[in-house]
């Protein structure tokens, strides 16, 4: 699952991103694709401002809310998934279903991987007249290196 991308790979993702701006008649500016490399190339859950800091280097100039902008373009697209676990709202690269589990005391986020069933919380939305889109299961607690330091 997560691991550092081949080339072949990271280019096989770009010309995804690629055709999905294209087909939604967006733009292909290189903002976009450096900003979808570097969600790609973290490979974990990030905010918009550590994209922002990353980016900088490659796009002098950009700033928070295009970045923010852009994260949420790459998730309407489908390349990333927007998680609210919390805290500050994070980007996860992984868009694939999978709960979380952060930490109360260090904000640290890990991907839990167990089966999902979110159709009855959907259902169950549903029937309260709600437009469900999306269900997420967030376990809260302290994770192993806050639990030992007290
Ligand atoms: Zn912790
Ligand atoms: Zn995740």
């Known amino acids: 699952m997560k691991g550092t991308q081949t080339p072949a790979e990271e280019s096989a993702a770009e010309a995804r991103?690629?055709?999905?701006?294209?087909?939604r008649?967006?733009?292909?500016?290189?903002?976009?694709?450096?900003?979808?490399r570097l969600l790609r190339e973290l490979d974990r859950h990030v905010t918009a401002?550590?994209?922002?800091?990353?980016?900088?280097?490659?796009?002098?100039?950009?700033?928070l809310p295009t970045v923010y902008a852009t994260l949420d373009?790459?998730?309407?697209?489908?390349?990333?998934?927007?998680?609210?676990?919390?805290?500050?709202?994070?980007y996860d690269p992984r868009v694939e279903d999978h709960a979380h589990v952060r930490c109360r005391e260090c904000g640290r986020v890990e991907d839990l991987d167990v089966p999902l069933d979110?159709?009855?919380?959907?259902?169950?939305a549903r029937a309260a007249g709600f437009a469900p889109e999306t269900a997420e299961l967030v376990v809260?607690?302290?994770?192993?290196?806050?639990?030992?330091a007290g």
Do not use: D, Y
């Not at 991103?17 to 087909?23: G, I, N, P, T, Y």
């Not at 401002?49 to 700033?63: D, I, T």
């Open 140 to 148: 809260e607690g302290r994770c192993a290196a806050c639990a030992a």
């Open 73 to 90: 373009l790459l998730t309407e697209l489908g390349e990333a998934r927007r998680v609210s676990v919390g805290g500050p709202v994070l």
């Open 49 to 63: 401002e550590e994209v922002l800091r990353r980016a900088s280097e490659q796009l002098p100039g950009v700033s």
């Open 17 to 23: 991103l690629v055709a999905a701006l294209r087909e």
């Open 118 to 124: 979110a159709g009855r919380a959907l259902g169950a």
């Open 25 to 36: 008649g967006q733009r292909v500016t290189s903002q976009r694709l450096v900003i979808g």
